[in-house]
């Protein structure tokens, strides 16, 4: 789910000195809101690609873990100051993120952005009027591409500006996108799709370097022995290492 966001060096800072390397409990910090990756069950529940990943992380590190939801606009800050130890929600690793959290190894090749638009509509990608969810890679891509970038707050609010007009298209995740053209006869793909980013990691306070080598130890096990594989193909969500 491939996210850019800005935060603060002294947010993180700050926030890193006041939590030691030792977690009795590890808080797992997820949006709730961007299928296949995480979102909402009918039991009120995380679930989704990084919520089997996640409790599997967990106990390769031998490690207990709790899910925490946070919107996606904060998730950075309340990450550097606190209110949990792990971002596992869909988020690129980009250099510019990079200065305020450090990343653990990625998990997911970089996914294929999409642009989703009205069926049959003609589409100036490079010209039109392009939705995106705000503070993402694909944000910041339509942003340098010459096209009028429209952000809104929620994924589905991006789709929801394709079909009232506010937008010509929208860019985003194709395995995010994939499921929503597959369900509606008014949408479907148009131009070529655009790899963005560098793959998706867990996220963690700069401080954390024995938390990150214990989940970065986790992943690696999970790629030697094929398990990653298997939930990347059962839940569809890019292609497998």
């Known amino acids: 789910m491939n996210k850019l966001i800005l935060g603060t060096a002294v947010l993180a800072l700050s926030a890193g000195a006041a939590l030691a390397e030792s977690h009795s409990v590890v808080r797992l910090g997820t949006e709730g809101a961007y299928p296949p990756y995480n979102f909402i069950n009918d039991a009120g529940e995380v ?7 996640g409790d599997e992380l967990c106990t390769r590190a031998e490690l207990t873990c709790e899910w ?7 998730i ?3 990450l550097v100051s606190g209110n949990y130890d792990v971002i596992i929600a869909g988020m690129s690793i980009t250099a510019e993120r990079d ?3 450090d990343f653990t190894q990625n998990y997911t090749q970089p996914d294929p952005s999409a642009y989703l638009a009205l069926d049959g509509a003609d589409v100036d990608l490079t010209g039109g009027v392009i939705a995106a969810q705000a503070s993402t890679i694909q944000a910041s891509y339509v942003a340098e591409s010459g096209a009028t970038l429209v952000e809104f707050a929620s994924p589905d609010e991006t789709v929801a500006a394709v079909r009232n007009g506010e937008a010509d298209a929208v860019l985003a995740d194709k395995a995010y996108l994939a499921p929503i053209a597959d369900e509606a006869a008014d949408l479907s793909f148009v131009g070529e799709d655009v790899l963005i980013g560098g793959g998706i990691g867990l996220g963690l306070r700069e401080s954390d370097g024995e938390l990150k080598a214990k989940f970065d130890a986790a992943i690696q096990s999970m790629k030697d022995d094929g398990s990653l594989n298997a939930l990347i193909a059962k839940w569809e969500v ?4």
Do not use: C, H, K
């Open 99 to 101: 200065e305020v959290i």
């Open 68 to 74: 925490v939801t946070n919107e996606w606009d904060s």
């Open 238 to 241: 890019g292609a497998q290492f």
């Open 76 to 78: 950075i800050p309340n």
């Open 47 to 53: 679930d989704g690609f990084e919520r089997e990943l």
